[in-house]
Structure formats: structure tokens, C-alpha cells
């Protein structure tokens, strides 16, 4: 399956691929010039400011390099990551919270066809477990793959003015799923069938370093077979330096995401830290991760420090 990002999640086979400990980390404290800056936040006005005609190509094909080092580089990343879970009125206000701590991994593979396999897990298990209303919103990382070569031609990609986002230069690029290209992005699962789901979005894109600071995705149409009438996903990213690994990686650090789904609204805050990164052996032997329950600690996977 290729990187999809999936929504009502059905359970998947879960695999814990055994892995190499390369170190923890901390936002980059010594980055280039043009990584410096404020962390992006979902929903702050942005500032135009009009350069020089946008270099799509260009900009499309750094961008993709970015993705592919990032692809290269992570086999396996932990993270500590927070879910704030609303259940909304008709007003899009909150009428009922709660809270939920997980301990996140994500598994990220390529093929030898070039094609990016995502997986995600929450206390050891896939898919929705844990999740508040058995409303589960997750392949936050497999977002980015928009711009991965897997996946760019399926989408019309238009690039805007040049922006101030917070005191960063960025290229505001706009996608599309295209007609004629199959939707391999979203996938939306239920007990009984797979439904596609065709994105539209902008992608704010640091015009220096070309990475993904910002990322807004919506549906290109509803899917009323299933009442899913809207799905507005917001997620910032920010540099995160790995010392033992030697790298910086450009991570989701937050999410925000808006569901109107069967009659019902729904808003999901997702805030990930404590970030670690594994590089894995693949000729090792693959393990099942262990189930834990909400608020407990899994046993941790069959890794050696660096």
C-alpha cells in the first residue's frame, strides 16, 4: 500500500520492524540561515509580498529531493504525541473534550520501485485503537507525499505569488487530484469497503531550504455515500535535529483537523515532541508489536543504541 493517508480507520496487520537507536533530539540549534525562525501555526493571516515568478519545476523538483532524504534517511520514528478530541455543535463549538496520550511510531519504507510505504502506530496497535469516538484521523506523515515522485503526477500543482510566512519566504503551491489519475493519497476505510478519497490543498514551501513548513488539505468533493462532507487538515512542521544521527528532519509537530462525518463535527488537535529515530535493518527479523493499553508504555522494540 502506498503511503495513503486514511480516515475511519480499519485495522491493519501490524508489523514493528527491529531497528538501530541513532539518538534523540531537540529543534535544530544550528541551522542555516534559512531554517531560522518561528515554528508555523495553524491559522495566522499571511502577509504578500510579490518577488519574482514563481519556478514551479524547480521548486517541485527541490522539494522532492527534500522527500527523498527524508525517505532515505528514516526507516523508524518515535514520538510522544498529545490528541485534544472535541465533539462540536453546529456552531463549531466544543460540547464535549477529551484528552489522549500516545506513544507514536512511524514506519516508513520504499520499495525497489520507488513506491513509500507509511504505517502508523499508537501504544503498539494500528489503526484506530485508542481513538475517541472510534474517529480515527491519522497518516499525518504520508500528507507530504503530494510532492514525493510516487505520487506528484497525479495531481495539478500551481505555484502563487512569493509570501512572508511568519518571517519566512515561502512559495504558496496549490494541488489537485487530477481526473484522469486514480486517487492513491486518502484512502477512507470501512467494515465493509475502501472508498478514494481526492485532495485539494497548498502547501507553503520554504523558497531557500524547499521544505514543507505548512500544509492545508480539504476534499476535492464529499463522499456522501459515507455522510463524509468535509475534512479540513492543518498541519505545521518544524526542524527537529537528531545529534547522534547527525541529520535535521522537517516533522509534523502539530495538526489540526476539522471532520463533518455522518451528521456528526469533530475537531482533532494533534501535538507530537520527544521525537527519536531509528535506522532499520531489514534483514532482521520483523516483530509484532505488543498491545498496550491508553496511558501505558509498550515494550520497546528489539533495537541496540548507536
Not at 523508524?76 to 464535549?96: F, S
Not at 520554504?206 to 455515500?225: F, G, K, M, T
Request: aromatic share 8%; net charge negative; hydrophobic share 35%.
Amino acid at each position: 500500500m502506498r503511503s495513503p493517508v486514511f480516515y475511519l480507520v480499519s485495522v491493519l496487520v501490524p508489523l514493528l520492524l527491529t531497528g538501530q537507536f541513532l539518538g534523540t533530539n531537540e529543534v535544530a540549534p544550528q541551522l542555516h540561515e534559512e531554517e531560522i525562525g518561528a515554528l508555523p501555526h495553524a491559522g495566522k493571516e499571511l502577509l504578500s509580498e510579490e518577488l519574482s515568478p514563481c519556478p514551479l519545476e524547480s521548486i517541485l523538483s527541490h522539494t522532492g529531493k527534500r522527500l527523498d532524504e527524508f525517505v532515505s534517511n528514516v526507516n523508524q520514528i518515535t514520538a510522544t504525541e498529545v490528541l485534544i478530541h472535541e465533539r462540536l455543535d453546529k456552531d463549531g463549538k466544543a460540547k464535549k473534550s477529551q484528552r489522549r496520550k500516545f506513544n507514536y511510531v512511524v514506519l516508513v519504507k520504499e520499495t525497489k520501485h520507488g513506491e513509500v510505504t507509511i504505517e502508523e502506530f499508537r501504544n503498539g496497535m494500528p489503526g484506530n485503537f485508542g481513538f475517541p469516538d472510534e474517529m480515527a484521523a491519522t497518516g499525518m506523515p504520508a500528507l507530504a507525499m503530494v510532492f514525493h515522485s510516487d505520487h506528484r503526477k497525479e495531481f495539478d500543482m500551481t505555484c502563487g505569488d512569493s509570501l512572508t510566512w511568519h518571517n519566512r519566504q515561502v512559495w504558496p503551491i496549490q494541488f489537485r487530484q487530477k481526473k484522469d489519475q486514480p486517487a492513491r493519497m486518502c484512502l477512507l476505510k470501512t467494515a465493509t469497503r475502501e472508498y478514494s478519497v481526492p485532495l485539494m490543498g497548498t502547501a507553503m514551501i520554504d523558497s531557500h531550504s524547499y521544505q514543507i513548513v505548512h500544509l492545508e488539505s480539504d476534499l476535492v468533493a464529499p463522499i456522501p455515500e459515507v455522510r463524509l462532507m468535509k475534512e479540513h487538515q492543518v498541519l505545521d512542521y518544524g526542524p527537529v535535529w537528531f545529534e547522534r544521527g547527525s541529520m535535521t528532519l522537517w516533522l509534523p509537530r502539530e495538526a489540526d483537523i476539522v471532520l463533518d462525518s455522518n451528521g456528526k463535527h469533530f475537531h482533532q488537535r494533534h501535538t507530537f515532541t520527544d521525537f527519536r529515530l531509528f535506522a532499520v535493518d531489514y534483514g532482521q527479523q520483523i516483530s509484532v508489536p505488543e498491545a498496550t493499553l491508553p496511558g501505558t508504555t509498550p515494550s520497546a522494540p528489539n533495537s541496540s543504541p548507536n
